[in-house]
Every structure is written in C-alpha cells, then in structure tokens.
C-alpha cells in the first residue's frame, strides 16, 4: 500500500492559514483549530472570527503541564511544520497511535468568505516524512496500513479534505 502525498494540501493550506492571519477581514467567519505533535509534546494554536472579533490562543503540553505560548510563535511553528516537503494523511479508520519519530498535525478549519454562500472545512490528521521510503517506513511501523490514506481526495466521518 502506498500512501497518497499531501504535500500539495499542505501549500494550500499555509496559504490559507497565511491568509486568514494576514487579511482576515476578507472573511465573515472562521475557526481555526491546529495541534502540532512533536515527540510527547503538543502545541495547540487556535484562531477564530466570530462577530467581526478575532481571538486567537496558544498553548503546549508538555510532560510538566500546560503553559501559554506566543501565539505568533505558534502560528509560526505550524506553519513551519506545513513548509516540509513531504507529507502523509491519516485516515482515522482506524485510529493508530502516533509515532514520536514523526511530527504529527491535526488541523480543522472552517471558514466562510465575505459575500459568499456557504462554509468551507477540512479537517485532516498529516504527518511529517522526509521522502517516499519514509513515508513507507512510517505505515510498516504503524503495522496498520488502512490507517493512512492511500487515495485521494478523503472523506470520511471524521476527517476530510476541503468540503
């Protein structure tokens, strides 16, 4: 089984999570969830509109507890994480534990544009690889190979690519 690459999902979503950063004003709504496993820690950045407000907030667990973080710092991380050249998908049916070798990235995002008809969402587990043979690596080790996608575009109950 080969994994489908989400490497073109991944540029299009930094552009949007760079677009809702910069220019949020351009939508009426949005919600923005993003969690970033790293090892046995998780950062979690959060951003939503609702209202005409923006409120944003970041924060890491970490084996010591949790402790606020920068949420430009961690704005900046995720999009970091969606800057590497190789990613993977989950598919969450069935939902396999997650290998500390890997950066791992939970992002749901719904959104609606100014003026237009309906919302758009995605929500979406990637994994960070370094290349194909990682990338095969990473499905032998998780010994669950219709745990990660091998076929595009996903949908599923719980996850999906942009709807």
């Given at each position: 089984m080969t994994p489908s690459r989400y490497s073109d999902f991944a540029e299009d979503m930094k552009a949007r999570l760079a677009d809702l950063h910069e220019r949020g004003d351009r939508y009426q709504t949005f919600d923005l969830h993003a969690e970033l496993a790293m090892g046995s820690n998780l950062l979690v950045y959060e951003m939503r509109k609702q209202k005409g407000q923006v409120d944003t907030m970041a924060y890491a667990r970490t084996a010591d507890g949790d402790r606020p973080v920068s949420p430009a710092a961690a704005y900046e991380r995720v999009l970091s994480f969606l800057a590497m050249q190789h990613h993977i998908?989950?598919?969450?049916?069935?939902?396999?534990?997650?290998?500390?070798?890997?950066?791992?990235?939970?992002?749901?995002?719904?959104?609606?544009?100014?003026?237009?008809?309906?919302?758009?969402?995605?929500?979406?587990?990637?994994?960070?690889?370094?290349?194909?043979?990682?990338?095969?690596?990473?499905?032998?080790?998780?010994?669950e190979p219709r745990g990660v996608v091998s076929s595009r575009p996903y949908a599923s109950k719980r996850l999906w690519e942009w709807k």
């Open positions: 998908a989950l598919s969450g049916e069935p939902m396999i534990k997650l290998h500390e070798d890997y950066p791992h990235a939970v992002i749901n995002v719904e959104l609606r544009a100014k003026g237009a008809p309906s919302k758009s969402s995605t929500r979406m587990i990637l994994v960070g690889v370094d290349d194909a043979e990682d990338a095969g690596r990473y499905v032998a080790a998780s010994g």
